[in-house]
């Protein structure tokens, strides 16, 4: 008999009342019915981005949102400035490559997170950019963006703001409008506590303009037909029905919640993860910038990195992730973003402890479980 405690950067454990709604018979989707569905989940979407704004739903994982950003704002031989310092940084810079718009490559180094002083200093160096494309929770390396700051800046431009949110979105506090976003996207994944499947992406009013004057080809990702559908309450293909429940099921328990009590709890999960680690005797990835999405920590010396991630996968069905490209066995990650309480955090510690022990890494066996129980004790 095995249990398995899923505590990766996505997908993230599913609760039972989003279980429920997805084994739910389908329904035909150009229906009352499901018009009802839709509009729930659309207005519970505004709910947590924080925004006024059309947030439309794309039958893709988070990246087929990124790529309408890219396709839908910019045109073949426009400019953009992306903000890299990790894996997902990157695939902006690749995106708008993928299409032919110029980049502008502001690269911050691995675990930290970017200063928004330079981004005014790249505006004003260069008035062609007409978009910034940024990371919240840099996902491949632990770190937090400054968001409310990086909008600040460029707002007092003619430039607009493009904000990859999958993996903070219902983590940590993201308020598109207030903070000036003009897009932000986000997936299901994640904090949201859905599978993998579905995309969202928001548009403000200075997005609209460029939307409509994109010459990018682009057909599934046409977000002037995701705009004429819903408007009659309907998306332009088929819609993931089963997803869609299941996200007014995710979406109705985050409203019943509180976004300001799901961000709480995400920060004591952090804390716990964070006091652990160093009560073990570890490194934080990026101490300066940690965000409460997902904790990096640096494999000790004399420790195999991807042998410690694959012993607590196979042997314990504990699921913790890895580093990624150049952080390859460098680092490992926990994520406590979501459907995530403090005995999943508990037990995450314990296997670690366990086999770090077991490969030949010393430290007071329970010092992490200790610090951790202390936090949520407070
Ligand atoms: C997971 C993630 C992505 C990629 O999303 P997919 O759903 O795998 O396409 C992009 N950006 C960030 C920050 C992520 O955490």
Redesign the pocket.
Same mark, same amino acid.
């Given at each position: 008999m095995r249990k398995n405690y899923l505590l990766t950067? !996505?997908p993230t454990p599913l609760p039972p009342q989003v279980m429920e709604a997805m084994s739910r018979p389908i329904i035909h989707h150009r229906t009352p019915q499901f018009q009802a569905i839709l509009k729930e989940a659309t207005e519970g979407l505004k709910y947590a981005f924080q925004t006024k704004n059309d947030v439309f739903i794309l039958s #893709? #994982?988070? $990246?087929?949102a990124?790529e309408a950003a890219v396709i839908n704002l910019l045109s073949c031989q426009d400019t953009a400035l992306v903000i890299q310092g990790g894996k997902?940084g990157e695939?902006w810079t690749e995106l708008c490559k993928a299409y032919g718009v110029n980049v502008e490559v502001i690269d911050v180094e691995w675990g930290k997170a970017v200063n928004p002083v330079d981004i005014e200093k790249k505006l004003k160096a260069n008035p062609k950019i007409k978009a910034v494309f940024t $990371?919240?929770?840099? $996902? #491949?390396t632990g770190v937090v963006n400054d968001i409310a700051a990086i909008g600040a800046v460029i707002k007092n431009s003619d430039a607009l703001l493009a904000v990859?949110?999958?993996? #903070?979105l219902g983590a940590i506090d993201l308020k598109t409008d207030e903070w000036a976003c003009d897009v932000v996207v986000s !997936?299901s994944?994640?904090g949201l506590m859905l599978p993998?499947g579905l !995309?969202f992406i928001s548009v403000s009013p200075k997005a609209v303009k460029l939307i409509e004057n994109s010459k990018s080809p682009r057909y599934y990702f046409d977000l002037r037909k995701a705009k004429k559908a819903l408007d009659k309450m309907d998306t332009p293909f088929t819609s993931s029905i089963t997803l869609i429940t299941a996200l007014r099921e995710a979406l109705k328990m985050m409203r019943e919640d509180g976004l300001e009590n799901i961000f709480i709890r995400h920060k004591k999960m952090a804390d716990a993860t964070r006091a652990a680690i160093k009560a073990l005797g570890l490194e934080l990835f990026a101490p300066t910038a940690s965000s409460d999405v997902v904790t990096a920590a640096k494999i000790p010396a004399g420790v195999d990195g991807e042998k410690l991630v694959k012993t607590m996968r196979d042997t314990y069905d504990v699921t913790i992730a890895g580093g990624q490209e150049e952080l390859k066995g460098k680092i490992f990650r926990i994520a406590h973003m979501g459907f995530i309480e403090e005995f999943d955090i508990i037990t995450g510690i314990s296997c670690l402890e366990k086999v770090l022990t077991q490969m030949g890494y010393k430290f007071p066996l329970g010092a992490g479980v200790k610090a951790a129980e202390e936090i949520f004790l407070k």
């Open positions: 950067p !996505g #893709s #994982s988070g $990246t087929g990124m997902f695939r $990371t919240h929770c840099e $996902t #491949s990859d949110a999958i993996s #903070s !997936g994944q994640k993998p !995309g």
